[in-house]
């Protein structure tokens, strides 16, 4: 008990004899650890002399007035920065968690229909101006996160439901993303947004049963509809092919018989004006053509003098077997 008395003792008279050292030490070390200040690679430093903005420090080590006489604030500017409405992400990871609970106030809003559908979003945007995100507008997180809702509200407000919930998602997403940006740019917030995703938009739970039903028969509308359009556009074309092919048949058929019966009839016309030229020679030159025609799909031919006796020596036939056999038939 008495060493440890002791200790204390001699603890005590060694400060007092240094106590200027030790006061200059502490001193040193709580201006040391107020005066230094590392900024990360995708921040900038935003440097407060006694509540007033005095300058902007770039990433790596940076020194400031000690004892609360400057002050820092370090702005993500080159981190895309997020915001979740209908839900929030819980753990993020190879399987990202997400709650809707709670959050119900943010995704239920009213349609130009007068329904109601559950819109979740996410607004993606990055600090391009740490000047104006600090100084321009009080609290800019809280004030983007109720732009987003004012600006998300007023566009579904002016579609209807089936829009919003199909083919109308990406043109409200684009709309929202256009006019959060103006109205960033109005507040001069100093923040550019990149992104605003639909995450999710579906009927409320209530109604979402009877709701899934009407879609489905919907569809199965469409897919009705889309079957007899394409069995119209298969036989109808057909059809149509068919009959004009027909048509067009008829009509070269009755066209090359009435050129025929032209030409057959202008034919008999010029024959018969040159019968009447000249009756002998038209009549022989028809008779010559006419046997030539019929001789050309005879056989052997063999033509005899009527007041010959016996032309077998005169023709040689006996060395033709053929000949032969046609002549005794």
């Known amino acids: 008990m008495r060493n440890q008395d002791q200790q204390m003792q001699d603890l005590v008279q060694w400060i007092r004899n240094n106590a200027r050292k030790v006061l200059l030490l502490v001193v040193l070390v709580i201006v040391v650890a107020t005066s230094t200040k590392t900024v990360g690679p995708e921040e900038e430093g935003v440097v407060l002399m006694l509540g007033k903005y005095n300058r902007t420090v770039d990433p790596g ?14 702005i993500p500017v080159q981190r895309q920065l997020k915001q979740e409405f209908g839900f929030r992400t819980v753990e993020a990871g190879t399987r990202t968690q997400y709650t809707k609970a709670g959050y119900g106030d943010e995704s239920l809003m009213l349609t130009g229909d007068l329904n109601i559908a559950d819109v979740e979003w996410v607004i993606q945007y990055r600090i391009v101006n740490s000047y104006q995100y600090l100084f321009r507008v009080r609290d800019a997180e809280d004030a983007l996160h109720d732009m987003s809702e004012a600006a998300m509200r007023k566009i579904v407000g002016d579609r209807t439901v089936n829009e919003v919930l199909t083919v109308g998602r990406q043109e409200v997403a684009s709309t929202v993303e256009q006019l959060l940006q103006r109205m960033c740019d109005e ?26 039903a009407v879609n489905e028969a919907q569809q199965e509308r469409e897919t009705l509809i889309n079957r007899a359009e394409s069995e119209y556009n298969r036989v109808i074309p057909r059809a149509r092919g068919e009959a004009e092919e027909t048509i067009q048949l008829a009509e070269g058929y ?26 002998q020679v038209t009549k022989k030159r028809i008779y010559l053509e006419t046997m030539e025609r019929i001789m050309a799909n005879t056989g052997v031919k063999v033509i005899m003098d ?13 060395q033709n077997p053929g000949i032969q056999q046609q002549i005794a038939e």
């Open 61 to 74: 080590l940076n020194f400031i007035l000690p004892l609360g006489l400057e002050k820092m604030h370090k």
């Open 187 to 212: 507040y001069e917030n100093g923040i550019r947004i990149d992104q605003v995703v639909l995450q999710d938009v579906n009927p409320p739970e209530s109604v979402k049963a009877s709701f899934n």
């Open 254 to 279: 009755a066209l090359n018989r009435v050129n025929r019966g032209t030409g057959e009839a202008d034919r008999f016309t010029a024959l018969y004006e040159e019968y009447i030229k000249a009756p």
């Open 306 to 318: 009527e007041n010959g006796a016996n032309v077998l020596p005169l023709l040689n036939l006996g």
